[in-house]
């Protein structure tokens, strides 16, 4: 059960960086930090750690790189890392210079196991500015051998070499330093083409006015195009600030999102850490067909590459949970700062939809259904900001709100105060004469007075709504202006055909719930709507989730609970976004799930929280992930096969099948519920405790 929860085997991989404080010229010193701060990653989990470039001996020893007591004193050093290494179970990336042939090269040489593995030198120098390699140094394609003898072991050396750490998946990296990274074409774009998901950097990199945030540009642009992890270490306290300062910036990305990054100038050594998924950037260079055609074109640079094979001691059977933040909410805006930007973009999204369906039909009016719940109040706003676009009146919105067997005061009160606040063309159709009607026909119990309120009485409240609404349409020529969301999409939680499965253009078809509530949320937190509208909406995000379908207790609240059925929407999107996304089996999403909302103490929903439970037990997390992957694989594929046009919004994907998903609709969700069956019942945590 325990290597259940370990990073290692859910495809993570935790790398390090390391910036140690350093000496010029004093090898001894620095090779002793670097043994420091290597065991220090290596304790807390880590299989690859990085150090600055020319780390042993110092980057601003300039002409003492040519006297012979620096370069033995370093050769010293790193024998006494390779020496360390016999039980610190990772690998090292260390940076001194080299003689080789003659020569001598600016190099990284990796180390693990007591091995020296591979020397890769420094394929680009720079020779502008502060900068004065040429002077000490030879570029990498100086060189005319492959192999070198280095403390009496047989080395690889060049720069055409991979690391592969045979026993963790997908683990291959790929060392450049500094400069390489600048240049147009980098040498770790061929490396990544050729397999390595690792780019590791060692650099010095002086500090000036903007040269960080440009950094992070470098380094996450490269991550994003090569579609791999990228670990940049530069030089810090220590080196010589004789004309040049030093910032210590370490940083790790991951297919251009930041995962880790030290505080520069820091006051002594430091070191950083992420969890790499590995899978992740498996799975998004197999699912991105341009990544295998730009390998096929490139294929006599990704010909020269080497591969070298080694393993690390890793100990899956203990518990080593993930240190990486886990958001909750991956399709919610998850940084404040860009809240505004990114709601108003979604909005956009929909808007530009729903528009441009509008123009091309010549049509000008919209025909919706309120509820008084989130998806039809979100819908309307949009429907709302189309009109405002189109400079027609809002009054060509014709809502209407029809009251069934189960319709609340509440949700019915919400929903004349939403229209009469949007200023579209309200009205209010009873259908249960209609709905009575139906039942009687059909031969149902219910029309003889019998209490049984089963799928067909559900279904026939759904249609006859749906049918009241498409006639409407015709009679007023109007489009249906569809409410249902993606979550609902996924699950096979909406009413086939005539029902809310059809519209002429569902705006919110590939919107999840999570979502919805957030943008309506920001729409009554801005006061976008005026302090009316705001209370409204306020009181829609607090309403219980239900399609008041069945007739409920006394005082008309519903006894219907959607959540209650189907499982909090809060997990079920959290399922949705890393099985539509990225393909991941369901103990992995499991694990992912529990490292996000086991503890309490992980915050909250930005900005306030439909939802309020935040916290949730493994074995509640397996159930509903059961609920999702049986209707999801098995039970509703035949609705999304046939769902009217909507706009794809985010890159969580959308689910029509002209879009992301196609998938036969026969098909059965044996091989997930197998994978689902790994997933312990329950959580120990390292004081022994049960969770």
């Known amino acids: 059960?325990?290597?259940?929860?370990?990073?290692?085997?859910?495809?993570?991989?935790?790398?390090?960086?390391?910036?140690?404080?350093?000496?010029?010229?004093?090898?001894?010193?620095?090779?002793?930090?670097?043994?420091?701060?290597?065991?220090?990653?290596?304790?807390?989990?880590?299989?690859?750690?990085?150090?600055?470039?020319?780390?042993?001996?110092?980057?601003?020893?300039?002409?003492?790189?040519?006297?012979?007591?620096?370069?033995?004193?370093?050769?010293?050093?790193?024998?006494?890392?390779?020496?360390?290494?016999?039980?610190?179970?990772?690998?090292?990336?260390?940076?001194?210079?080299?003689?080789?042939?003659?020569?001598?090269?600016?190099?990284?040489?990796?180390?693990a196991g007591g091995q020296l593995l591979g020397a890769v030198p420094k394929s680009f120098l720079p020779n502008y500015s502060e900068f004065y390699e040429a002077r000490q140094f030879n570029a990498a394609d100086s060189a005319t051998v492959n192999e070198i003898d280095l403390l009496e072991q047989r080395v690889p050396f060049g720069t055409g070499l991979l690391f592969e750490v045979a026993n963790i998946e997908n683990l291959r990296f790929h060392v450049e330093i500094c400069e390489d990274a600048w240049v147009p074409v980098p040498p770790s774009s061929y490396a990544a083409m050729a397999g390595a998901t690792v780019l590791v950097n060692l650099s010095a990199s002086n500090a000036v006015v903007g040269k960080a945030a440009y950094r992070h540009q470098l380094v996450g642009q490269q991550s994003a195009r090569c579609l791999a992890a990228y670990m940049y270490t530069s030089s810090g306290l220590g080196e010589s600030t004789t004309d040049m300062a030093w910032d210590g910036q370490a940083i790790i990305y991951e297919n251009g999102e930041l995962l880790a990054e030290a505080p520069r100038f820091a006051n002594g050594s430091h070191l950083i850490s992420a969890d790499v998924d590995l899978e992740r950037l498996s799975r998004e260079r197999m699912r991105l067909s341009t990544f295998g055609q730009c390998t096929r074109r490139h294929a006599d640079e990704v010909a020269l590459f080497s591969l070298v094979r080694f393993e690390v001691p890793v100990e899956r059977g203990a518990q080593l949970p993930l240190a990486r933040?886990?958001?909750?909410?991956?399709?919610?805006?998850?940084n404040p700062a860009l809240r505004d930007e990114r709601c108003t973009e979604v909005y956009n999204i929909q808007v530009q939809g729903l528009e441009q369906r509008l123009r091309s039909s010549g049509i000008q009016k919209l025909v919706i259904g309120i509820s008084g719940g989130l998806d039809s109040t979100h819908a309307l706003l949009v429907?709302?900001?189309?009109?405002?676009?189109?400079?027609?009146?809002?009054?060509?919105?014709?809502?209407?709100?029809?009251?069934?067997?189960?319709?609340?005061?509440?949700?019915?009160?919400?929903?004349r105060r939403l229209m009469e606040v949007v200023g579209c063309s309200a009205h209010e159709i009873d259908i249960r004469p209609s709905c009575e009607q139906m039942l009687k026909d059909i031969g149902h119990p219910y029309a003889d007075g019998q209490p049984v309120f089963d799928v067909t009485f559900e279904n026939v409240q759904a249609g006859?709504?749906?049918?009241?609404?498409?006639?409407?349409?015709?009679?007023?020529?109007?489009?249906?202006?569809g409410t249902?969301?993606?979550?609902?999409?996924?699950?096979?939680?909406?009413?086939?055909?005539?029902?809310?499965?059809?519209?002429?253009?569902?705006?919110n078809a590939s919107v999840p719930k999570t979502l919805i509530a957030h943008l309506v949320r920001w729409v009554a937190?801005?006061?976008?709507?005026?302090?009316?509208?705001?209370?409204v909406l306020e009181e829609v995000l607090s309403t219980n989730i239900s399609p008041e379908l069945v007739p409920g207790s006394a005082g008309g609240q519903p006894e219907q609970s959607t959540e209650s059925v189907i499982g909090p929407y809060e997990l079920q999107d959290f399922n949705l976004f890393y099985i539509l996304r990225y393909?991941?089996?369901?103990?992995?999403?499991?694990?992912?799930?529990?490292?996000?909302?086991?503890?309490?103490?992980?915050?909250?929903?930005?900005?306030?929280?439909?939802?309020?439970?935040?916290?949730?037990?493994?074995?509640?997390?397996?159930?509903?992930?059961?609920?999702?992957?049986?209707?999801?694989?098995?039970?509703?594929?035949?609705?999304?096969?046939c769902v009217p046009n909507g706009p794809k919004v985010g890159t969580g994907g959308s689910l029509s099948p002209r879009g992301d998903w196609r998938a036969p609709s026969d098909s059965e969700a044996t091989v997930w519920l197998r994978d689902l069956d790994r997933i312990p019942d329950i959580a120990i945590n390292q004081t022994g405790d049960k969770q």
């Open 1 to 111: 059960m325990n290597e259940f929860f370990n990073l290692y085997a859910h495809g993570f991989a935790r790398v390090a960086v390391g910036i140690p404080q350093g000496r010029v010229a004093d090898p001894e010193f620095n090779a002793a930090e670097t043994i420091r701060l290597a065991r220090e990653a290596a304790q807390g989990g880590a299989v690859l750690v990085a150090f600055p470039e020319l780390g042993l001996s110092a980057y601003t020893c300039d002409d003492l790189f040519h006297q012979r007591a620096l370069l033995d004193g370093c050769l010293a050093a790193l024998a006494e890392i390779v020496e360390a290494s016999n039980d610190i179970p990772a690998a090292l990336v260390v940076g001194l210079p080299l003689r080789v042939e003659h020569l001598l090269y600016n190099c990284a040489v990796v180390v």
């Open 464 to 481: 006859e709504r749906t049918s009241h609404l498409f006639r409407l349409a015709n009679r007023h020529n109007a489009l249906v202006a």
């Open 583 to 641: 393909g991941f089996a369901p103990s992995k999403v499991a694990f992912l799930s529990w490292s996000a909302w086991h503890d309490s103490g992980k915050g909250d929903w930005p900005h306030g929280a439909h939802v309020s439970r935040n916290q949730y037990t493994l074995a509640e997390i397996k159930r509903v992930l059961r609920i999702f992957v049986s209707r999801f694989f098995r039970g509703s594929q035949f609705k999304r096969s």
């Open 484 to 507: 249902g969301d993606l979550s609902e999409l996924a699950l096979g939680w909406c009413t086939y055909g005539v029902g809310d499965h059809m519209s002429h253009y569902n705006v």
């Open 325 to 334: 933040c886990v958001q909750r909410f991956p399709y919610v805006p998850a």
């Open 383 to 415: 429907c709302a900001k189309v009109m405002d676009r189109l400079g027609l009146p809002r009054t060509n919105i014709l809502a209407y709100t029809m009251p069934g067997f189960a319709t609340s005061e509440r949700t019915l009160a919400q929903a």
């Open 525 to 535: 937190e801005t006061g976008a709507m005026g302090t009316g509208g705001s209370q």
